[in-house]
């Protein structure tokens, strides 16, 4: 825990991907006594971390946040060589801070900030777990009472996120009274109509549930534009709205992902790009000469011994400046996928990257042109930002997304950013494209397209006027091709060993007339960072015969729902704006970490027949 006199406390731990899509810098993560807030990069031990390669994603990253970005790095790690939790080396870690700031005696019921001083830290190194404030000189006991943290704050569109304003809520604005608060709750539900705030010294009182609602926006003040995370303030003209400690709005991450496709051409272009992080930083051949023999004196490298230094260096400069001509030259994160995968030439396999081939999914010819197994894949994520309030999944794909609504890791523009890598296995399905384009030219089809589009201007109007003409539409292939993704991901789950949360997609959806050709794929791929991600059940599943018989048990799924007929007659519009047809929580929806754009754009009735609805289906019988 950093703390202003930069003490440091071990409060819990983390997994890696947990810093990405859970508790990310700027997310509140509410430990067993106390929450505390992920802190920003500036506080964080950069010489602890360890550096990944990907110059595709590196390289996107750039283009979003500045050529000033050097470096993908992964969390810092504690030492396995600490002897003892005393030891500096088990103090590594990612530093956070507690917030909020405001705490509540559970047998008083006194309500007070830290900086009041009537709150002391106790801290058990051997067991983190139990690290807690106390209320040093409670009147209701005798042995000081751990407190909790205050579970209402407020937050903005902007990313702003503050302690709730206490003493303007309780005395309507007028913040001059300095007297000693006190939380009740007169309920058992924990309801904010049965939560009181009562100040001791006027004897105002106020309930809790005049903050929240349309009313709560007249008797809570402007937002002052705090980042805790950051320890500072900045202009904004938003409204500060109330929302729940834990709130499942309160952050959500923005992240960039991409996976390592071979662009070796040789063996020797093969070692340089698996020794990237080490070897690319030399920028003349004698500093390179220098680097490997310091290495291979340690035993390092050694691969790199039966090449000459010349040739060596020429294909460390070439790919050098090959990553130059990719910034000034490039598109977007997943058509160099969508061409690998669709060439599926298992030559240019690597030790991080292996595919073969194989045919349709047998009785589903007509539809695919051929299914690529992935029998090894790594992909590597940056945490580039974070909404809160709005899912930045809500309204595009993430390279296209307004660059107001991110709020930022650092104070300054940031040198560096925090990544994750994941290796696993997946399949992946390249639709007929002949097929599909004549589906796209059904007059229901092109109907239903169009109703599209006004619900997502409809829905985009109800949330931020401003993105209407900003936010791309992405078309009804993307609709088929998202909602297929699903419905096979589900049943997938249910045959492979890998729990649906394991499971990820990744959609290929261009149409024909796009800068780059027309695309359409899917790629359902292992997401689970840890042994669950290489156990080969994925690929297995992925032969024509079997896949075949689970495309025909998906698409039999999704013919009726549990939910049915509301499910299947689901329109976005009527007041409930949403960018889902027919779809829900028993059918097409699956886990955040799952799908790419937080289960929008999706519609059961575009695969099969429903009850509902039956000249929309793409497979027919």
């Not at 950093?2 to 997310?27: C, H, M, N, W």
Request: hydrophobic share 35%; charged share 25%.
């Amino acid at each position: 825990m950093t703390q202003r006199d930069f003490k440091k406390y071990k409060v819990g731990e983390l997994r890696p991907s947990q810093i990405l899509f859970t508790y990310g810098i700027g997310a509140i993560a509410d430990l067993p006594n106390l929450a505390v807030m992920v802190m920003g990069l500036e506080e964080w031990e950069k010489n602890r971390t360890a550096e990944l390669s990907e110059p595709r994603l590196l390289v996107a990253v750039r283009r979003r946040l500045g050529s000033q970005v050097k470096e993908l790095r992964l969390p810092p790690m504690p030492s396995e060589t600490a002897e003892s939790p005393l030891d500096e080396a088990a103090r590594i870690g990612i530093p956070v801070a507690p917030f909020p700031s405001w705490m509540v005696c559970p047998k008083c019921r006194l309500l007070a900030p830290l900086q009041s001083g009537l709150f002391e830290l106790k801290h058990n190194p051997y067991r983190p777990n139990e690290a807690r404030y106390v209320h040093t000189h409670c009147p209701r006991t005798r042995k000081p009472p751990a407190v909790i943290p205050a579970r209402f704050l407020v937050a903005c569109e902007n990313g702003h996120l503050d302690d709730f304003p206490w003493r303007y809520f309780v005395h309507q604005g007028n913040s001059d009274c300095k007297g000693s608060l006190r939380l009740e709750e007169y309920g058992v539900s924990g309801a904010a109509t049965d939560i009181v705030v009562n100040c001791n010294g006027c004897k105002s009182s106020r309930r809790l549930s005049d903050a929240f609602g349309e009313v709560g926006k007249n008797n809570l003040p402007a937002c002052r534009g705090r980042h805790p995370h950051l320890r500072n303030f900045e202009d904004c003209d938003r409204q500060m709205k109330s929302i729940l400690l834990g709130a499942s709005n309160s952050w959500f991450s923005s992240t960039l992902s991409a996976l390592s496709i071979p662009s070796a051409a040789n063996q020797l272009e093969e070692l340089v790009e698996q020794n990237w992080v080490t070897i690319g930083k030399a920028n003349s051949q004698e500093t390179l000469q220098v680097l490997l023999s310091a290495l291979q004196a340690t035993g390092q490298l050694q691969d790199f011994t039966s090449y000459p230094l010349e040739e060596i260096w020429a294909t460390v400069a070439a790919k050098q400046q090959g990553i130059e001509e990719t910034e000034t030259d490039y598109q977007d994160l997943k058509t160099p996928e969508w061409q690998i995968f669709s060439e599926a030439d298992s030559r240019k396999n690597t030790r991080d990257f292996q595919l073969h081939s194989v045919s349709a999914p047998v009785g589903y010819e007509k539809y695919f042109t051929q299914t690529v197994l992935i029998e090894r894949l790594r992909e590597v994520r940056a945490l580039i930002g974070f909404t809160r309030i709005q899912s930045p999944g809500d309204f595009a794909d993430i390279e296209q997304q307004n660059e107001e609504c991110i709020a930022p890791l650092s104070r300054y523009k940031p040198k560096w950013l925090p990544a994750t890598e994941i290796k696993g296995e997946g399949i992946f399905l390249q639709f007929n494209e002949d097929r599909l384009q004549a589906w796209e030219k059904l007059p229901a089809v092109k109907k239903h397209e169009r109703q599209i589009r006004v619900a997502q201007k409809d829905w985009l109007n109800s949330r931020n006027r401003d993105l209407v003409d900003k936010v791309p539409f992405p078309g009804i292939r993307y609709v088929l091709l998202h909602s297929f993704s699903h419905a096979l991901m589900r049943q997938l789950a249910l045959e492979c060993g890998y729990n649906v949360a394991s499971l990820r997609e990744r959609i290929y959806s261009q149409p024909p007339e796009a800068e780059n050709g027309a695309q359409a794929g899917l790629l359902i791929y292992t997401a689970a960072p840890d042994s669950e991600g290489t156990l080969g059940g994925l690929v297995k599943l992925g032969e024509p015969q079997t896949l075949g018989y689970h495309i025909a048990q998906a698409l039999q799924q999704m013919r009726l729902c549990a939910s049915d007929p509301l499910c299947a007659e689901h329109k976005p519009h009527g007041g409930t704006y949403s960018l889902h047809w027919a779809a829900c929580h028993a059918c097409l929806f699956s886990p955040e970490t799952s799908c790419e754009r937080g289960n929008k754009f999706l519609d059961r009735s575009v695969l099969v027949s429903t009850v509902a609805i039956d000249n929309l289906a793409f497979f027919v019988t």
